[in-house]
């Protein structure tokens, strides 16, 4: 009899414990969950750096939801693989909305040309070299590099490719943005968006195929810093309004565009990405990163392909190159 007694205690610590671990388990889970669900409520700056990860918390609350129902099955361990589901699902429909049109038609007389966008990091000196090799055999028309202090001495070894260009030393002292061009550039400018951050954006007018494009490259503040990062868009979004035209937005974002603030800012200026978005950051998560540096246009660019260099040349971003197409303007 005593040993019955002993066996049933052991099967009630045993199931003490189950309910134990289940019960933490499933409130980090919710804290976690309701941490990006707050996005669907209020667009809080603190929480800005969790938007941009839903997916990938989304996919581990998941498993961990998984691993709730193998401790105990019970009622909130459903509702919270339901909730989680939901969450994932939804990231994903959300990065759909701005890709380019699929089917899109591209015609013979269209004027087909190429961008790089990389940050190469400001202290990435020992790579210089590699960055510029890079940079040459990239085939790109036009070349944004943000962080650039590193390529300042070897301009003079990119200028057979791209004999013009606006930052180091043209137009800003500091060498951080730098747009380079195969083509001459009009009508250049330099913004700063917000007192973190100077000369941080910049504008520059290229005539692809005889249409002048407006090309401008960003550097966004990171989006934990105040509202800063919701303000740098607006601002943006607002000098690129002045100039009619096509449009290509493109460089660090320091966010993904499911973030509240990017939805808006791509909708109200109606640009899509230039194709599904590899993860750039960080280079240790390869392919699962977070996207958070993009190249955007708006309807009358159209999209040929968009991929992520095969090597990060010692930066902390992974560049992006994407190949465009211009219609002929109509008379």
């Known amino acids: 009899m005593f ?23 499933c409130v980090l889970l919710f804290i976690a969950l309701m941490l990006v669900s707050l996005r669907y ?8 750096f969790f938007y941009s990860l839903q997916p990938h918390i989304g996919a581990a ?5 998984l691993i709730c129902l193998a401790i105990r099955r019970n009622t909130v361990a459903w509702a919270l693989l339901a909730w989680s589901l939901f969450i994932t699902g939804h990231a994903f429909w959300m990065k759909l909305e701005f890709l380019p049109p699929s089917g899109t038609v591209i015609s013979e007389k269209a004027t087909r040309f190429r961008l790089l966008s990389f940050n190469v990091l400001g202290d990435n000196y020992v790579n210089a070299d590699r960055v510029v090799e890079t940079i040459r055999m990239s085939g790109a028309d036009v070349a944004f590099a943000m962080e650039a202090g590193p390529l300042e001495d070897r301009l003079d070894q990119l200028k057979d490719i791209y004999p013009y260009h606006i930052g180091c030393g043209v137009m800003v002292e500091f060498c951080d943005l730098l747009i380079l061009s195969k083509y001459p550039i009009e009508q250049p ?18 005539r692809i195929g005889g249409q002048l494009v407006n090309f401008s490259a960003i550097h966004v ?26 449009k290509i937005l493109a460089g660090d974002f320091n966010s993904d565009t499911i973030a509240p603030d990017m939805q808006r800012f791509l909708r109200q200026y109606r640009m899509q990405a230039a194709g599904f978005e590899p993860a750039t950051w960080p280079i240790e998560a390869g392919p699962f990163g977070v996207p958070i540096d993009h190249i955007f246009m708006t309807g ?16 902390n971003h992974f560049g992006l190159i994407a190949d465009l197409a211009i219609e002929p303007a109509s008379n």
């Not at 040993?3 to 388990?25: E, V, Y």
């Open 221 to 246: 503040t990171k989006p934990y810093f105040d509202d800063y990062h919701t303000l740098e868009l607006i601002r943006a979004g607002a000098y690129m309004r002045q100039r009619p035209g096509p």
């Open 41 to 48: 409520i209020t667009d809080f700056w603190l929480l800005a």
């Open 61 to 65: 609350a998941i498993i961990g939801s």
């Open 189 to 206: 400018r330099f913004i700063s968006l917000s007192e973190l951050r100077a000369n941080r954006f910049a504008m520059a007018g290229i």
């Open 300 to 315: 009358d660019i159209k999209a040929v392909g968009l991929h992520r260099l095969p090597d990060s040349e010692g930066s």
């Open 3 to 25: 040993r019955a007694i002993g066996h049933r205690a052991h099967h009630g610590k045993k199931g003490l414990m189950r309910d134990r671990l289940s019960c933490i388990a």
